[in-house]
């Protein structure tokens, strides 16, 4: 059973940057044939693709996405991390980390999701 939480704080301020990690227990990040995923929710909206890291290390960034992004992983931690910079208060959402099946075009385990606030 695949395993997924978020980690990171709660409130970032205006301009600054926000990290995420998702720690990944039950399989292993670097598994053919897997998008390790990062989705998030705004308050009274829908939910927003925000981007990934494949099997292979490779990345995909919404271009909905405002602030700059990228996602990292530490293969030996089995963790990967959202970075988003300069983040405005249109940042402000439940964030999730998920696996995403290629083979079977779903996402197939979610994390909890954490709430992070953009305000000062």
């Known amino acids: 059973q695949v395993q997924l939480q978020e980690s990171g704080p709660g409130l970032v301020k205006p301009s600054q940057t926000l990290a995420l990690t998702c720690t990944v227990s039950?399989?292993?990040?670097?598994?053919?044939?897997?998008?390790w995923t990062w989705i998030r929710q705004p308050p009274g909206k829908g939910l927003d693709w925000i981007g990934y890291?494949?099997?292979?290390?490779?990345?995909y960034y919404s271009p909905l996405v405002q602030s700059p992004t990228s996602i990292s992983r530490d293969t030996s931690k089995n963790q990967f991390t959202l970075q988003l910079n300069s983040v405005t208060p249109e940042d402000t959402a439940v964030y999730y980390c998920?696996?995403?099946?290629?083979?079977?075009?779903?996402?197939?385990?979610w994390g909890q999701g954490t709430q992070v606030t953009v305000s000062s």
């Open positions: 998920a696996r995403y099946d290629v083979a079977n075009s779903v996402v197939d385990y």
């Open positions: 039950g399989g292993s990040i670097t598994t053919n044939f897997y998008y």
């Open positions: 890291i494949d099997y292979s290390g490779s990345t």
